[in-house]
């Protein structure tokens, strides 16, 4: 460090500053690196028998970051994360202008093919139209979707998203994400277990839950899907549908999941 410029007391500091932050031990990430004692004072005497070779001090791009970064809003926690993509009404993305019906058409036969972004491509039937939010996008028919107290509500159709996940299997992260449903959904019930399947290649869980949609009052059931992407995020599908319809869409949803290909 100190003939790369830097001055090895700055890692004194640092420890000084995790400890008076996460106690005398440190946070839970720093257990693999534990501490010896008075870290602080060890690394500050042998810092004192170094040369520090052009310090490199604040320069105007540090300066610059810094400012940048302290006008972004804190990164989310796990809960903070599966609460928003278990959120299906809407909070993730803006509030779209269609309209609830209780005649919805038939999914197509024929299906359309969407890239979303650099993560992944999906078919869905052609009458579908793509509802894109901000952590999500949804795939829903004219009829099947609309606003309700300033939030999108879905009636038929997919929602797609990724939720971060902090080093948990996959049926854990899948167990936050149902129970983060469920908070947003209290009239919300879940199935009798998960089954094995496959999205995009990956191993995959699959289970159905049940609903009462808050628009139209009606009984709905939700499948969903869930698998890891190579990072760890948790991928999820949502296939809505009203209970009466459900026979005909979960082999919609079904063929929707199949057709999922990672870019990553």
Do not use: C
């Amino acid at each position: 460090m100190a003939r790369a410029g830097y001055d090895p007391r700055d890692m004194a500091n640092m420890f000084k500053t995790i400890e008076q932050q996460g106690g005398p031990g440190g946070p839970q990430w720093l257990s693999d690196h534990p501490n010896p004692g008075d870290r602080y004072t060890y690394i500050t005497k042998e810092a004192q028998s170094l040369h520090v070779e052009n310090a490199i001090h604040d320069t105007r791009a540090f300066e610059s970051v810094q400012a940048r970064l302290k006008q972004m809003s804190p990164a989310p926690s796990t809960e903070e994360a599966t609460r928003n993509a278990g959120n299906r009404r809407g909070t993730s993305g803006p509030v779209n202008t269609g309209r609830i019906s209780e005649n919805v058409p038939q999914p197509s036969s024929k299906y359309s093919a969407y890239n979303e972004g650099n993560l992944f491509r999906i078919s869905v039937p052609s009458n579908w139209k793509e509802l894109p939010g901000n952590n999500t996008v949804t795939f829903a028919p004219d009829g099947g979707y609309g606003a309700a107290n300033q939030q999108s509500v879905f009636t038929h159709g997919v929602e797609v998203g990724v939720a971060r996940n902090e080093s948990h299997d996959l049926q854990t992260a899948t167990d936050e994400l149902v129970q983060s449903l469920a908070q947003s959904n209290p009239r919300m019930g879940r199935g009798s277990g998960y089954d094995r399947t496959t999205i995009g290649g990956r191993s995959s869980l699959r289970t159905t839950l049940s609903n009462q949609n808050e628009v139209t009052r009606r009984t709905e059931r939700i499948a969903l899907y869930t698998t890891l992407l190579s990072d760890g995020t948790l991928f999820y599908m949502l296939g809505v549908a009203p209970d009466n319809e459900y026979s005909t869409y979960d082999r919609v949803f079904s063929r929707v999941a199949g057709s999922v290909q990672f870019s990553r």
